[in-house]
């Protein structure tokens, strides 16, 4: 049972760069998340997802973009990178939005330290 | 907005010893669960421990416990016999009832001494 995965895990830009993270999961979630961690401030979230078709906006959207055409894959895009992006970027999912039973644990991927210079 | 606060950004402890790491937060809501996430150089995000807000009991995970006052919004962890392994970057975290974003302290790094 692989998880949540992501790739890649380490990956430097050049300001004004694209690239997409990616992330997927096996476990067929229904919620998807990213975060982006900075150091004193900890993990806040970017985007999510409560199912296929379905995405919106967390605390710190500015800069990324994020689609969800299956219930595997949420793909987080940065469209022209900014040495402000450079952080480490999580991936989490969890069965539902909602909490209960199996739903109150959200597991991560092993993360994406992007640097931009 | 949830907010959730981890004033110690750095703590120590000597192997076999216990250690307590801070936690408070603000909500207006009554119904929430809160959680204590453990982060190894490895960077991966382990669930150490978790408390239902409407569950006056304290959560405990072997040597690792948690004191939950509702009314003051405090959520601390207790590591008790603490070992090398426990070394780590600590976070807590609040999760409303009612949907399913994780709002994260800042962390706390903990040291261990042999």
């Known amino acids: 049972n692989a998880g949540v995965t992501q790739t890649p895990k380490f990956q430097v830009l050049k300001t004004g760069q694209s690239m997409t993270l990616q992330c997927a999961q096996d476990m067929n979630h229904e919620y998807m998340s990213w975060y982006r961690q900075d150091p004193g401030m900890g993990l806040r979230l970017i985007h999510y997802s409560v199912g296929a078709g379905i995405t919106d906006q967390g605390e710190v959207p500015n800069g990324y973009n994020v689609s969800r055409s299956t219930t595997e894959d949420f793909p987080l895009r940065l469209l022209s990178a900014a040495p402000s992006q450079t952080s480490v970027y999580f991936c989490?999912?969890?069965?539902?939005?909602?909490?209960?039973?199996?739903?109150?644990?959200?597991?991560f991927g092993s993360g994406t330290q992007l640097s931009v210079l | 907005a949830q907010t959730v606060t981890q004033s110690q950004p750095e703590m120590s402890v000597q192997e076999a010893e216990t250690v307590t790491l801070s936690c408070t937060y603000d909500?207006?809501?009554?119904?929430?669960?809160l959680f204590w996430y453990k982060q190894p150089p490895s960077r991966q995000m382990i669930l150490v421990i978790r408390q239902e807000a409407y569950k006056q009991q304290n959560a405990t995970e072997n040597r690792f416990s948690v004191n939950f006052q509702k009314a003051a919004k405090s959520f601390s962890l207790k590591i008790s016999d603490s070992q090398l392994g426990d070394a780590a970057m600590y976070f807590c975290a609040y999760r409303s009832a009612s949907y399913g974003k994780l709002t994260f302290g800042q962390g706390t790094i903990l040291t261990v001494h042999p």
């Open positions: 989490a999912s969890s069965y539902s939005e909602g909490v209960g039973g199996q739903n109150e644990k959200l597991f």
């Open positions: 909500t207006s809501e009554s119904d929430y669960y």
